[in-house]
């Protein structure tokens, strides 16, 4: 068994008192002090999580966004320099590698952060795909008339070079309503532009801590405004200890993932190896609207036109009374006296913010319109759960 790794704040978590779990390989906070307190400190205030396990990829050269249009699901090409999208990285069936977010740093340059459990997993699709992916129309026109309209080149060289820099970096999310105060109050954070104030949602401004580069994206994973910083590890501990003191007299706590998973599954968010396999096609996880089709070619387009996903299980919200909550696993029915079940908990939880259980789960499409009353087997009692909208929270904006 190889011993999971720690991030550049490990020695901070452990003199908060943090307790870890081994998360995507990684030994991570699951919760400081509870995981209430975490979870509602981050709806009511803000919190302070190390997501330094999350897998950093840059992808550069003349035909970076021509590479990326062929290696993920999403049409990367138009994003403007300063934005972020959400995409996915497809196997040829279809099938679901990773969900990935891309930033475009500059016309040539872009940075992808995958998750941390299938970071091997999206370095090998990327490289696989840098040896065939299209080249882009000034490479063609270069070679004069009569060129087919894709070129498959040989070598990484010729489309784009793919560096992971997971290694060398660390990522700091605080998430919640006073974030952006908690941010812009922080010593050493200076030269920030667009200032905070004026960056939209899914975009991402360019500052410095110390002296040392800051990247700071305003996106996050828990339904509420946050910020993800990313710093040279070096810089890491210095920063988390900036912000700890920066929004402590605004209600910042540090939060662990224990609350994260809670926050995200109120806010309807996939989790890779819940809602997200490679046995699931986008459609079923409510994700068909990600998927560019119109684009010439991208992996997994072949494999998309095959599947008859008709009656294909999808993905829908489950909201319950009482505090009995359906956890990941658990079997769905569609009476209370049925025999056989008819689709499986993703994720569940008891709702720190709605005070009544909810979860995600696969059913049959005949049974997944909002409204529509199906059973939860928990423990052997049939707990009744109503077909529901996702997500189950939307913050005030």
Same mark, same amino acid.
Request: net charge negative; glycine share 12%.
């Given at each position: 068994?190889?011993?999971?790794?720690?991030? #550049?704040?490990?020695?901070?978590?452990?003199?908060?008192?943090?307790?870890?779990?081994?998360?995507?390989?990684?030994?991570?906070?699951?919760?400081?002090?509870?995981? +209430?307190?975490?979870?509602?400190?981050?709806?009511?205030?803000?919190?302070?999580?190390?997501?330094?396990?999350?897998?950093?990829?840059?992808?550069? $050269?003349? =035909?970076?966004?021509?590479?990326?249009?062929?290696?993920?699901?999403? &049409?990367?090409?138009?994003?403007?320099? !300063?934005?972020?999208?959400?995409?996915?990285?497809?196997?040829?069936?279809?099938?679901?590698?990773?969900?990935?977010?891309?930033?475009?740093?500059?016309?040539?340059?872009? @940075?992808?952060?995958?998750?941390?459990?299938?970071?091997?997993?999206?370095?090998?699709?990327?490289?696989?795909?840098?040896?065939?992916?299209?080249?882009?129309?000034? /490479?063609?026109?270069?070679?004069?008339?009569?060129?087919?309209?894709?070129?498959?080149?040989?070598?990484?060289?010729?489309?784009?070079?793919?560096?992971?820099?997971?290694?060398?970096?660390? @990522?700091? &999310?605080?998430?919640?309503?006073?974030?952006? #105060?908690?941010?812009?109050?922080?010593?050493?954070?200076?030269?920030?532009?667009?200032?905070?104030?004026? +960056?939209?949602?899914?975009?991402?401004?360019?500052?410095?801590?110390? $002296?040392?580069?800051? /990247?700071?994206?305003?996106?996050?994973?828990?339904?509420?405004?946050?910020?993800?910083?990313?710093?040279?590890?070096?810089? &890491?501990?210095?920063?988390?200890?900036?912000?700890?003191?920066?929004?402590?007299?605004?209600?910042?706590?540090? #939060?662990? +993932?224990?609350?994260? =998973?809670?926050?995200?599954?109120?806010?309807?968010?996939?989790?890779?190896?819940?809602? @997200?396999?490679?046995?699931?096609?986008?459609?079923?996880?409510?994700?068909?609207?990600?998927?560019?089709? =119109?684009?010439?070619?991208?992996? !997994?387009?072949?494999?998309?036109?095959?599947?008859?996903?008709? =009656?294909?299980?999808?993905?829908? !919200?489950?909201?319950?009374?009482?505090?009995?909550?359906?956890?990941?696993?658990?079997?769905?029915?569609?009476?209370?006296?049925?025999?056989?079940?008819? !689709?499986?908990?993703?994720?569940?939880? +008891?709702?720190?913010?709605?005070?009544?259980?909810?979860?995600?789960?696969?059913?049959?499409?005949?049974?997944?319109?909002?409204?529509?009353?199906?059973?939860?087997?928990?423990?052997?009692?049939?707990?009744?759960?109503?077909?529901?909208?996702?997500? /189950?929270?939307?913050?005030?904006?």
């Amino acid at each position: 068994m190889t011993e999971p790794r720690t991030t #550049a704040l490990h020695d901070r978590h452990e003199a908060l008192g943090a307790s870890f779990t081994d998360f995507g390989g990684w030994l991570m906070p699951v919760r400081y002090s509870s995981d +209430l307190a975490e979870h509602h400190a981050v709806r009511t205030g803000a919190g302070l999580f190390d997501i330094s396990h999350m897998a950093e990829f840059l992808v550069t $050269g003349p =035909d970076a966004a021509a590479f990326l249009d062929y290696a993920l699901a999403g &049409a990367i090409s138009p994003m403007r320099v !300063g934005k972020a999208k959400y995409s996915l990285v497809l196997a040829e069936s279809g099938g679901i590698v990773d969900d990935v977010i891309v930033y475009r740093i500059a016309d040539d340059r872009f @940075l992808v952060i995958a998750n941390a459990g299938n970071r091997d997993a999206v370095a090998t699709a990327f490289a696989e795909r840098a040896q065939r992916a299209p080249v882009a129309a000034s /490479f063609l026109a270069e070679r004069g008339a009569g060129v087919e309209s894709f070129i498959y080149i040989e070598g990484v060289s010729g489309v784009a070079t793919v560096e992971d820099l997971t290694d060398q970096l660390s @990522l700091i &999310a605080v998430q919640g309503p006073v974030a952006r #105060a908690v941010v812009e109050a922080t010593a050493g954070v200076a030269d920030v532009v667009p200032a905070l104030a004026d +960056l939209g949602y899914y975009a991402w401004s360019a500052g410095t801590f110390d $002296g040392e580069p800051l /990247f700071i994206a305003r996106t996050g994973y828990t339904g509420e405004d946050g910020f993800e910083l990313l710093v040279p590890n070096r810089a &890491a501990p210095a920063l988390w200890d900036a912000l700890l003191a920066a929004g402590e007299p605004l209600g910042l706590v540090p #939060a662990g +993932l224990a609350a994260r =998973d809670t926050l995200r599954l109120e806010a309807g968010m996939p989790l890779y190896g819940h809602e @997200l396999s490679l046995g699931i096609v986008p459609a079923q996880a409510g994700l068909g609207r990600v998927v560019a089709a =119109d684009k010439d070619d991208f992996v !997994g387009k072949s494999g998309l036109a095959a599947v008859v996903a008709s =009656d294909a299980p999808v993905l829908v !919200g489950l909201a319950g009374e009482g505090r009995r909550a359906g956890r990941a696993g658990y079997a769905v029915f569609d009476g209370a006296d049925a025999a056989t079940p008819v !689709g499986e908990i993703t994720s569940g939880a +008891l709702s720190p913010t709605l005070g009544h259980p909810i979860a995600m789960a696969f059913v049959p499409p005949a049974v997944s319109a909002a409204g529509t009353e199906l059973f939860i087997d928990v423990r052997g009692t049939r707990i009744p759960a109503t077909v529901t909208d996702l997500p /189950f929270y939307r913050r005030n904006k």
